[in-house]
């Protein structure tokens, strides 16, 4: 959980906790319980979007990291085949085997 989302939502909780513990001295200064209770139903969907979000940042790095690992592997075959090629034929029959490269 990014830091500025976990202070936000501990400071929400403290805070809800402490308006009900003393809702009656809040009453005619414009906090009332349904105040306190669209705060909590807030709070507990930011709680929910950040764990969303932590899961979908798991995901990102599992992901980059398997396709780094992919990118690295054809980028290998790729090098062994130009190589292989180009050390067999002569450069007027490359592109013959889709190489673009003039040297």
Request: proline letters at 1%.
């Amino acid at each position: 959980m990014a830091k500025k989302y976990f202070d936000l939502i501990q400071k929400a909780d403290c805070l809800i906790d402490g308006m009900k513990a003393n809702l009656e001295r809040l009453q005619g200064k414009g906090i009332d319980q349904e105040f306190i209770k669209k705060l909590e139903a807030d709070n507990s969907l930011h709680k929910q979007y950040n764990n969303e979000y932590d899961k979908l940042k798991i995901d990102f790095k599992s992901k980059t990291y398997q396709i780094n690992r992919h990118h690295d592997e054809v980028n290998k075959q790729v090098k062994l085949a130009k190589k292989t090629i180009k050390s067999n034929f002569p450069k007027e029959q490359w592109l013959n085997f889709g190489i673009m490269d003039k040297k």
